[in-house]
């Protein structure tokens, strides 16, 4: 019964930033570890980056490592993901996920319950 809600995509210029964020409702947020995934068009969806129910651990792929923050607020029920330095190559629809069983230490779509709609993050060079 969980819903996530992105927001915060757009058209923006390589070198930019964005900040893209993710609203919880139906469940308890704080329980959760959570996830932003990527797909651009052709391509499959890959991990982006994640972040604990408690937030003392992040992970990143390689591609967005030092470029992007994932972070959280669990008194708002919202996840983020700060890009900086946006490349083309980062275009893309982005997915908030969550993934019920915080103990689980996965990467793979497969293994998050809950997804939102997606927003578009276009990189113009």
């Known amino acids: 019964q969980v819903q996530l809600v992105e927001s915060g995509g757009g058209l923006v210029q390589a070198g930019g930033s964005l900040r893209l964020s993710c609203a919880a409702s139906?469940?308890?947020?704080?329980?959760?570890?959570m996830g932003w995934f990527r797909q651009a068009p052709g391509k499959e969806r890959e991990f982006v980056a994640a972040?604990?129910?408690?937030?003392?651990?992040?992970a990143y792929a390689p591609s967005v490592k030092g470029r992007f923050t994932i972070s959280r607020d669990n008194a708002k029920n919202t996840v983020y993901l700060q890009m900086n330095s946006l490349k083309p190559e980062d275009t893309a629809v982005y997915y908030c996920?969550?993934?019920?069983?915080?103990?689980?230490?996965?990467?793979?779509?497969?293994?998050?319950?809950?997804w939102g709609q997606g927003t578009q993050l276009t990189v113009s060079s």
């Open positions: 996920a969550a993934q019920l069983n915080a103990y689980l230490n996965s990467y793979s779509p497969a293994t998050f319950e809950y």
């Open positions: 139906g469940g308890t947020f704080s329980s959760y570890n």
């Open positions: 972040i604990r129910r408690s937030a003392f651990n992040t």
